[in-house]
């Protein structure tokens, strides 16, 4: 659901990490009238958010000063950590009573001890991993998967609904929307691997690959990363949207909780292993669609699609 109506233009939001997704989830707030501060390690990244009409911020601090919500863009769980308890970090200089969501992929055990921190220092934390890609973020049109105290949900729902086409309340357990995400990531990782696998396999029967891409894309076998992902394939474009390395952490996440609760995965090891190649064979900051690029190197056939027509 989209909260055009809902938006309040008093309310103060602090969103930290203005990356691909960070920057489109700013940027739709300032549409939908919030006062808007935004923190990044990028000078360059924070003067066209500046640009672009929110404030920019020096450091943690300056950015959460009197913001009744902060949301935190970052890739991991240490990174949170930095963000929340770090030199500098921005926990101390929250308001009371001000709600900390955070959008991190994390492990549910990673949620419960971050909120625990935060709501011992008197304010409140949301477990809400995010899903969509970058174009939907910029669109205000990602799915929210959201969990807690439902005093904490009722006051971040503006912010919430501003920024997603659905948010998925999933109860009032921390680390229960996190649980969620990682079963998402699950199914992500391994319909960008076999994408990958099978336009690599469709290369070596010498197939024209932006046919195969019309014909898979009408029938049974799509699926939404094949048809999202391949045509970075098809471009040879491998500038990152989402990069190698966020699906080994989030599979390595799946592979943690698979061992201790003795759950056997193993089309998921075997997409964890091909991401984990991909990035040691020094592709871990390029596109997740970059594991065909590792079926080119083993096959030694090209996986593109020549021109564009």
């Not at 709501?119 to 890609?133: F, M, Q, V, W």
């Not at 019309?214 to 040879?236: C, K, Q, Y």
């Not at 759950?263 to 997409?271: D, E, Q, R």
């Amino acid at each position: 659901m989209t909260g055009q109506n809902a938006a309040r233009p008093a309310t103060r939001v602090a969103v930290i990490g203005l990356g691909s997704m960070g920057y489109g989830m700013a940027t739709t707030l300032l549409r939908h009238g919030f006062d808007v501060v935004g923190y990044d390690v990028s000078s360059q990244i924070l003067s066209r958010f500046e640009q672009d009409g929110g404030h920019r911020a020096a450091s943690l601090a300056a950015a959460v000063a009197g913001a009744q919500i902060v949301v935190c863009v970052v890739v991991n769980a240490a990174q949170t950590r930095e963000v929340l308890l770090g030199q500098g970090g921005c926990l101390d200089a929250m308001e009371p009573g001000a709600v900390f969501l955070s959008s991190a992929t994390l492990a549910p055990e990673e949620a419960r001890a971050f909120a625990a921190e935060v709501e011992a220092k008197g304010r409140a934390y949301l477990d809400a991993p995010i899903s969509g890609g970058a174009q939907r973020a910029a669109a205000g049109e990602l799915t929210i998967l959201v969990s807690g105290a439902q005093e904490t949900l009722s006051a971040a729902r503006p912010v919430l609904d501003a920024m997603a086409e659905r948010v998925y309340e999933l109860g009032k357990a921390v680390g229960d929307a996190s649980a969620f995400k990682i079963v998402n990531q699950l199914l992500a990782g391994v319909h960008i691997a076999v994408a990958c696998e099978a336009m690599a396999f469709a290369a070596a029967q010498k197939l024209d690959l932006r046919r195969v891409y019309e014909v898979i894309t009408h029938s049974a076998g799509n699926s939404w990363m094949f048809e999202n992902r391949m045509p970075h394939v098809l471009d040879n474009d491998y500038k990152p949207r989402s990069m190698v390395d966020i699906f080994v952490k989030d599979l390595g996440i799946v592979m943690d909780i698979a061992r201790k609760d003795r759950v056997p995965v193993p089309v998921a090891s075997a997409a964890m292993q091909l991401f984990l190649m991909t990035s040691a064979a020094g592709m871990g900051r390029d596109d997740d669609a970059s594991v065909a690029r590792l079926f080119e190197r083993i096959n030694g056939v090209p996986v593109t699609g020549g021109p564009k027509e």
